[in-house]
């Protein structure tokens, strides 16, 4: 079975079973509404990739840990999306969820998700507890306190940020959430896993500071020309546009050679370099290949 | 050591160990804002006195799992105070966290509690991970869909509610949360401890809507006249004040009546009794008494 059919069947079972028989309706449609279709699902894909590289002994607890990542991630764009921070009214080409089910559903669908997340963890482990807990840890340190994606977004409320350390707990956090927990879900040591989720954090941040600068919003799904609408820390704000897409490049082929030795590791090469084509925008496409 | 004690002690623990040392500073605020200082602590005492009443064999657990339900609680009190929901201004007798910290920091407040006790768990099961799915299955009933406090809440966006049903997810879901989760945190079966729970739930929501009809913002800490304002549905619109508190002195009688025989039931009685007189209205209390 594909990655790609994997996640979605695990995100299904997830919903579906979070949804039981009597969940309101509104905050039901919300729900699904805020994961399918999905985007490009990279950090669940990445998540699965490195199970499969590590021998994928328990593919069960590798479909519920990448369909935790990637509700935690439809949680944080539900959230991002609402008017206190981005007020955006689009996202993965149509109307953000608060567009259309309202604040307060979007605010609770965001919470659910964030729920839905840890009980895909608990239900995919339930028949093997001893991965469960570095599991928790491991998805608890890329979205919560004190590095997670949550700290990102909250280093936009404060006077003085680094942007480097801002971009690592915004973006990099869940990328290296996927890469260890994706290894520990097969029974694999997470440390060798670190590197490759940062790289990979920093290169997709490096893309879309690059995306919102210089594409359209029909490209990338979602509103562009934020950074600067919104005064926010941004790579090409820091390098200009063409230092931005040289430090991309540069993070790519960082995380090709931070890829562990292991059974998988050629095909794991390949992976990466697709999602770092797809990352960039259209215009550097020709010089990034 | 007493309960209260306990409850203060694991809460410092838990956020402790969640700030780190880079949280940005004004999340790490908003969050110890949010918890300390308390409230009446209602559901991690319920949780801890049931521990306690099933002999308590791993206190670490039970702490950590009294801190998981007061941190959801607090996560629930920081979403429902916002614009987009209950607008409130104060609670617990001072400014509400968005007041205080701005809508941002608010939002990102909550889901960072979220994460927090699904920590808090992880955390105080390390040594002992098969106590961790239970309580974490337990936990999530409590707080995400299809009836949890998350699914309450969103109740409210519905045209059609069954009352009973919205106050069995908006309240009554943690307190068995509570009482269920502090009967495994001591190695005891969940399910005669659900009774308890869902009496003493359905009594603090009575107490709650006769709180926000007849008592001052002084009393509650918090705005009254709500359930007129946002036209929610209330016991009191449904029974009037007098049938309301007759209501909530049956449902604190069934109650006690409810707790299984174990060896601290007398204890856990006065316990349940003692917290049933507190949340009574002061014009009530010697009628109640």
């Not at 509404?33 to 607890?61: K, N, T």
């Not at 307060?104 to 995919?124: S, T």
């Not at 931005?244 to 540069?250: G, I, T, V, Y």
Request: charged content about 20%.
């Amino acid at each position: 079975m594909s990655i790609s059919t994997r996640i979605e069947a695990a995100l299904e079972t997830v919903i579906t079973r979070a949804e039981g028989d009597q969940t309101p309706p509104g905050l039901a449609a919300a729900v699904r509404y805020a994961v399918f279709p999905g985007g490009a699902r990279v950090r669940p894909s990445l998540c699965l990739a490195v199970a499969e590289a590590c021998g994928d002994d328990e593919p069960g607890i590798a479909d519920a840990v990448g369909a935790a990542i990637e509700l935690m991630h439809c949680a944080s764009l539900v959230h991002d999306d609402l008017p206190c921070f981005d007020n955006a009214n689009t996202r993965r080409g149509k109307a953000s969820v608060h567009m259309t089910f309202g604040e307060p559903l979007a605010l609770l669908a965001g919470d659910a998700l964030i729920v839905m997340a840890f009980d895909a963890l608990a239900q995919g482990c339930a028949h093997n507890p001893h991965r469960l807990t570095p599991l928790l840890r491991t998805v608890i340190q890329g979205v919560g306190m004190p590095r997670g994606i949550v700290a990102g977004q909250a280093w936009e409320s404060e006077a003085h940020i680094d942007v480097a350390h801002y971009h690592q707990s915004k973006t990099g956090a869940l990328f290296v959430a996927a890469t260890r927990a994706g290894a520990i879900a097969a029974g694999q040591a997470p440390a060798p896993w670190t590197a490759l989720g940062e790289k990979l954090g920093a290169a997709y941040q490096a893309a879309d500071d690059l995306m919102d600068a210089v594409s359209s919003p029909d490209e990338g799904g979602k509103p562009t020309g934020q950074d600067v609408a919104l005064n926010r820390p941004s790579l090409v704000a820091e390098l200009g546009v063409r230092g931005a897409f040289d430090h991309l490049q540069s993070l790519v082929r960082e995380a090709v050679a931070a890829i562990p030795d292991c059974s998988g590791a050629s095909g794991l090469r390949e992976i990466v370099q697709a999602q770092a084509m797809r990352l960039t925008p259209k215009q550097f496409s020709r010089s990034a290949a």
